[in-house]
Nanobody
């Protein structure tokens, strides 16, 4: 079992920045990759960024150059630095952790990010 707790969401004006954090606890040794997804009202949940083994990163085209994902060596924390935020980035942001050798993922409860124009 892995538990994930996100923090750092909030309200920011367009062009501003926010930093999201996610802390994993429990069987963290079983985590292969961690990532951030988001879901806006009326839309499907979509990938924002992932980081595998604390090294290999992947980003959605919509956030490349603006968002940066990072993790710690203990593989139990992941961060998302969000710069140049746009109203279209408004969503609930979810942290996830994918288990080694599987496609199974644990999810956090989500944190709201609202970008005003």
């Amino acid at each position: 079992q892995v538990q994930l707790v996100e923090s750092g969401g909030g309200l920011v004006q367009a062009g501003g920045s926010l930093r999201l954090s996610c802390v994993a606890s429990g069987s963290i040794f079983s985590i292969n990759a961690m990532g951030w997804y988001r879901q806006a009202p009326g839309k499907q949940r979509e990938l924002v960024a992932t980081i595998t083994r604390g090294t290999w990163t992947n980003y959605a085209d919509s956030v490349k150059g603006r968002f940066t994902i990072s993790g710690n060596n203990a593989n139990n924390m992941v961060f998302l630095q969000m710069n140049s935020l746009k109203p279209g980035d408004t969503a609930v942001y979810y942290c996830n952790a994918v288990i080694i050798g599987t496609n199974f993922a644990y999810w956090g409860q989500g944190t709201q990010v609202t970008v005003s124009s």
